[in-house]
């Protein structure tokens, strides 16, 4: 079964920051395979933008290379790489500054979708959009892309907010969240409003507890001075985490769009409560034999940051009252895993010879690697050994299901940036909700800055510090193996 690809409609995307790293990594590589799979059409152009004194030319070396670094040579077609290359120019572009501007809306054309994705620091998004409506490049149907962070705090992301309201409208600020355009994180909304199965049972009637687990292998590598003002909290939860917490805890929308999930997902951020300093565990990774500490890593001994945390979360409403929501998160972590897991409780009456609290039911969500899902399930063990139960899995691995269509499946980016293309706003995040997602984190952070409270170390390779595995056994439960 392979999956059908509708091409999108023409389109201009200006790529600021063209020649950065986000853009090298992921934008330039993930336009390329829209493009080989059919989905972007010959009239598609790519501008690159930045301050680098470039040609077409070198954008096109610059873009090649890209893809031969970040891209499996079995993914590069040789006629594919040549006409994707011909659909790039680039323009030398100042953001704060006067030149260029007038190029580059010489190089937008009439009649095609028209979209910039401002893959650049986030002081440069006001600067950026101010210029884009000066020079009358950008009209009222252009779209603009942001990246992440999206604020440092409530203040910042309010401030960022309004630098750009200024000059467009919401309809046309995608704000990513590269979460989101994870083929499995759409899933869990297919296999929740898509089937009758689970909606009964999605409540704190039956189930337990749940658990988010996004585990890295990687340490903060050579973006220790970003991660170091950030720290997992605001780099990971803030949005990523919190976002999957909304996909599982918010109420059905009444339609598949925009406004009707994000004004959803809004209100379980608005029902979270603050977290209690008992409910947080806070690490940093010791040196190891994969690379030195975190303290080293970022070149400050005396850093408080942490580059793990996990929490006990609670979501104030009918639904939710008394099921706990565990997140962590972490780097150098004993496996790179990310999965959900929905803990349902024990029947409420065993009539085998079986203790309470086994807690057999478990559909987990598994969003990488072997994107996936898993339903465990009490069955009796097979034999002439009487009534022995077991526990077995009910596995539906996508690359099983779904044979090639499952290895087609598109990155994050590639994915999103369709969506622009497209005008579909639900996999990105409304200002509002951004501004909620602060006004929950700021004040956990504020409470453990003033405790002065310092990250536990871990060894590198482990699931965490210690504490953090407390945080369930105390409650008479313990978290999922992290496997990769
Ligand atoms: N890299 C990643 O994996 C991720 C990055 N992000 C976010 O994406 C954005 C870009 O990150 P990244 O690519 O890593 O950053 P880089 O520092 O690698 O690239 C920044 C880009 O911005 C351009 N630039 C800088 N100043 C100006 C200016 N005044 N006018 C025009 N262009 C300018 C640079 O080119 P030049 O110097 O030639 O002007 C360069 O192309 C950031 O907001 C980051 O937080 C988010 C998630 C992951
Ligand atoms: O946004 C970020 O995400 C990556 C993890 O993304 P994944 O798709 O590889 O799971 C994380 O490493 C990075 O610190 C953070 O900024």
Redesign the pocket.
């Known amino acids: 079964m392979v999956a059908r690809i509708i091409p999108v409609e023409p389109f201009d995307l200006v790529i600021f920051g063209g020649t950065g790293d986000l853009a090298r990594r992921k934008i330039l590589p993930g336009l390329y395979r829209r493009l080989a799979d059919g989905q972007m059409p010959p009239e598609a152009r790519v501008i690159g933008a930045a301050r680098s004194e470039m040609d077409d030319e070198g954008f096109r070396k610059l873009t090649r290379e890209s893809l031969e670094e970040f891209m499996p040579a079995s993914a590069l077609d040789k006629e594919r790489v040549e006409e994707f290359l011909s659909l790039l120019s680039y323009v030398q572009v100042d953001a704060k500054g006067d030149g260029g501007w007038a190029e580059l809306k010489e190089h937008i054309r009439p009649d095609v979708v028209h979209a910039f994705y401002f893959s650049v620091a986030p002081s440069l998004f006001g600067p950026i959009a101010e210029r884009l409506k000066d020079h009358g490049i950008a009209d009222d149907n252009a779209r603009i892309v942001v990246e992440?962070p999206f604020g440092h705090d409530l203040a910042s992301a309010k401030a960022l907010n309004q630098s750009l309201a200024c000059h467009f409208d919401e309809t046309q600020i995608y704000r990513i969240d590269?979460y989101l355009g994870k083929e499995t994180v759409q899933n869990l909304m297919a296999v929740r409003f898509g089937n009758m199965l689970f909606e009964p049972l999605w409540n704190s009637q039956y189930v337990d507890h749940i658990q988010i687990t996004?585990a890295?292998t990687?340490g903060v590598g050579g973006r220790g001075e970003y991660?170091d003002r950030s720290g997992a909290m605001r780099?990971?939860v803030q949005n990523?985490l919190l976002q999957l917490l909304c996909l599982i805890a918010m109420e059905p929308p009444s339609r598949y769009d925009p406004d009707a999930v994000r004004d959803e997902k809004l209100k379980v951020i608005r029902a979270l409560e603050p977290v209690r300093p008992d409910d947080l565990v806070r690490g940093q990774y010791r040196e190891g034999p994969d690379g030195p500490s975190y303290l080293e890593d970022v070149g400050d001994p005396r850093s408080r940051t942490e580059c793990f945390i996990a929490m006990r979360m609670s979501v104030s409403n009918w639904r939710w009252a008394g099921t706990p929501f565990y997140i962590r998160t972490g780097k150098r972590l004993k496996a790179r895993a990310?999965e959900i897991a929905i803990v349902f409780k024990d029947a409420p009456h065993s009539i085998f010879d079986v203790p309470q609290g086994r807690h057999s039911n478990v559909l987990t969500i598994r969003l990488?690697p072997n994107e996936g899902m898993q339903m465990t399930v009490t069955i009796k063990e097979p034999g002439p050994g009487g009534m022995r139960l077991i526990d077995v899995p009910l596995d539906m691995s996508f690359a099983e299901a779904l044979g090639e269509q499952a290895a087609d499946i598109p990155d994050?980016y590639e994915r999103l940036i369709m969506d622009v293309i497209r005008g579909n706003q639900t996999l990105f995040m409304r200002g509002d909700e951004v501004e909620a997602a602060w006004a929950w984190t700021d004040p956990v952070i504020a409470d453990w800055e003033a405790r002065g409270h310092v990250p536990s170390p871990y060894e590198q390779g482990s699931s965490g510090p210690d504490d953090a595995l407390m945080l369930l056994h105390r409650d008479g439960r313990r978290w999922r193996e992290i496997r990769p």
């Open positions: 992440k590269h996004v890295e990687v991660y780099d990971m990523h990310s990488q994050a």
